[in-house]
């Protein structure tokens, strides 16, 4: 059955620390879709990236950046030199190739606090 | 601000009413999502519209009723809801839908039921 843990309910950490956000995944299927998304207090959830099964390239775009290993089912994510806006719940979420919907399996979310 | 634009912002009703929240885009994406989320939770799915015919209901109580006039506007018509029903209810779009494309989340409306 598919699945995403976010085995990190909660992390706090001090202005300009490196935090790095676990995400580990289940599926049957050989094509899928993996997803990180920000939620901010204001409630909106916002788009980071996505990533297919079959592109394990890690990936960075400014102090985000992104770690893809099939051979583990992880797909984490890290923000180095962490800001106080960075405080927000990052989801991580799962998307198969069978479900012709686009059915989103969320993580529990890992609630970040960054502090001054 | 977010390219999905979610109306009320904030909701309070009592059991016996009857409301509806709105969602619009003009992105021209063609597929449409309301989600339930409660506190400390990741976001549900109740429905997904696609080329504005309903193609996902997550088994949602009746109480709780979609309609998609056209591709920019998705409601969700309220009734004789319960308490455990507040939420905050996202609304969400994608271009065609699918597993592939990734969705673009409005602000929400925070629901209270009294």
């Known amino acids: 059955a598919q699945k995403v843990t976010q085995a990190q309910t909660e992390i706090s950490v001090v202005e300009k620390e490196d935090v790095t956000l676990d995400c580990v995944y289940e599926t049957r299927d050989t094509t899928y879709y993996l997803f990180w998304y920000k939620q901010p207090p204001s409630g909106e959830l916002v788009f980071l990236i996505r990533?297919?099964?079959?592109?394990?390239q890690n990936e960075i775009s400014g102090r985000y950046s992104w770690n893809f290993q099939k051979s583990t089912s992880s797909f984490n994510f890290t923000i180095t030199a962490s800001q106080v806006v960075d405080s927000a719940v990052y989801f991580c979420a799962l998307s198969e190739a069978y479900n012709q919907g686009g059915k989103l399996i969320f993580g529990q979310g890992t609630e970040l606090s960054v502090k001054p | 601000d977010t390219e999905v634009t979610q109306t009320p912002k904030h909701l309070v009703m009592g059991m016996t009413n009857k409301k509806s929240l709105k969602c619009e885009q003009h992105m021209g994406h063609r597929a449409m999502y309301w989600y339930k989320q409660k506190a400390k939770k990741p976001p549900e799915l109740m429905f997904v519209y696609s080329y504005e015919k309903l193609s996902i209901n997550e088994s949602v109580p009746s109480r709780f009723s979609p309609e998609c006039p056209n591709s920019s506007l998705l409601n969700l018509h309220l009734h004789a809801l319960q308490p455990e029903d507040s939420a905050l209810y996202l609304c969400a779009s994608s271009p065609r839908g699918g597993e592939r494309q990734p969705q673009h989340f409005g602000d929400g409306t925070r629901l209270s039921i009294l």
């Open positions: 990533r297919n099964s079959f592109d394990e």
